[in-house]
């Protein structure tokens, strides 16, 4: 079995920064794919961005530029870097792993990220 652990969310003001983190635990032998995508109460759950494990990134047209994603195979953590975050970015922030072995699909229990003044 994998768990997943986010952290890193809270409230920051516009314009600030957040760094989310998930680290995975349990039975793994490499992460294949990575994920954050995030949720509004009353709004599907949209993609923010996406890590492939050759390293290719993809990322929403929303992003324009102002996260990124990477990870860290050592500690079995992902992470996505938000930088001038604004209102429209206050959503649940969930992380989701593709992990080997069996490419089995986890998802993380979300973690709130508030942008307001």
């Known amino acids: 079995q994998v768990q997943l652990v986010e952290s890193g969310g809270g409230s920051v003001q516009p314009g600030g920064s957040l760094r989310l983190s998930c680290a995975a635990s349990?039975?793994?032998?490499?992460?294949?794919?990575s994920g954050w995508y995030r949720q509004v109460p009353g709004k599907r759950r949209e993609s923010v961005a996406t890590?492939?494990?050759?390293?290719?990134?993809n990322y929403a047209d929303f992003v324009q530029g102002r996260f990124t994603i990477w990870r860290d195979n050592a500690k079995n953590t992902v992470y996505l870097e938000m930088n001038n975050l604004q209102p429209e970015d206050t959503a649940v922030y969930y992380c989701?792993?593709?992990?080997?072995?069996?490419?089995?699909?986890?998802w993380g229990k979300g973690i709130l990220v508030t942008v307001s003044s």
């Open positions: 989701n792993l593709l992990i080997r072995p069996g490419d089995k699909d986890y």
């Open positions: 349990g039975r793994i032998f490499s992460i294949r794919t």
């Open positions: 890590r492939v494990s050759g390293g290719a990134t």
